[in-house]
């Protein structure tokens, strides 16, 4: 089982809509979390960081269920400018190195 | 714009020989951090500088080495390129080691290797 794992997508969907996503860990004991934005053939950018009570920035809301050890993502209004690959960080217990997920592509049409 | 630099932005290389790769921390962080994204991938942990020293490896072979200077600019050197090194490589400044601070990726550097 590999240590982050994410649905590639693409989750193709309409403005206005909203979509979820998941990412799953394997290792109990991680750390910290996070979501980071990569558009096409750019950088990636820290979206929002993870919390045990779970977190809202705008129409974007980032939950941990340690239980299930998984952290999700969700975007409300989905607008045309969201559609990019969404990444989910978690960090090893102790040193905090950080594993990526390989991303979830999202794309928002008209 | 994160204030990072990467260069150069594009560079093809054959098998077996050796390249370096330079980042430019944003100003006032002394942490950089490199990564490698192969395509359709997530970034993979290289290693960590720290105040010049190497502050973490991943799972990456003794031919991926490094160096920080005292500016806290950074270089990434990978010997004897292998096929598999085609990709594209990130640096990320942040300010104090760890992770436990967001990091600001450069635009990266191309790699293709034939």
């Known amino acids: 089982r590999k240590e982050v794992e994410q649905d590639p997508g693409p989750f193709n969907v309409p403005e206005g809509a909203t979509v979820a996503f998941n990412c799953t860990y394997s290792?109990?004991?991680?750390?910290?979390f996070f979501w980071y934005r990569q558009d096409c053939r750019k950088e990636p950018k820290l979206l929002m960081s993870v919390y045990s009570s779970g977190n809202e920035d705008g129409r974007f809301t980032a939950q941990l269920n340690r239980a299930s050890q998984y952290i999700s993502l969700l975007i409300r209004d989905s607008k045309l400018s969201d559609s990019a690959t969404y990444l989910c960080?978690?960090?090893?217990?102790?040193?905090?190195?950080?594993?990526f997920g390989r991303g979830t592509s999202l794309i928002v049409h008209p | 714009e994160t204030g990072v630099t990467q260069s150069p932005t594009h560079l093809i290389k054959t098998r077996g020989q050796q390249v370096t790769l330079r980042c430019s921390s944003q100003s006032g962080h002394n942490t950089v951090s490199w990564y490698q994204q192969a395509l359709g991938q997530g970034p993979q942990f290289i290693f960590q500088y720290y105040r010049e020293e190497e502050n973490g490896r991943g799972n990456f072979p003794p031919r991926f080495s490094g160096l920080q200077f005292p500016n806290y600019s950074s270089e990434l050197n990978v010997n004897a390129l292998e096929l598999d090194d085609s990709a594209l490589y990130l640096c990320?400044?942040?300010?104090?080691?760890?992770?436990?601070?967001?990091?600001?990726f450069g635009p990266g550097t191309r790699l293709t290797v034939l």
């Open positions: 960080v978690v960090t090893s217990p102790g040193s905090y190195i950080p594993t």
């Open positions: 290792n109990s004991a991680s750390q910290s």
């Open positions: 990320a400044s942040s300010l104090a080691g760890g992770f436990g601070n967001e990091q600001f």
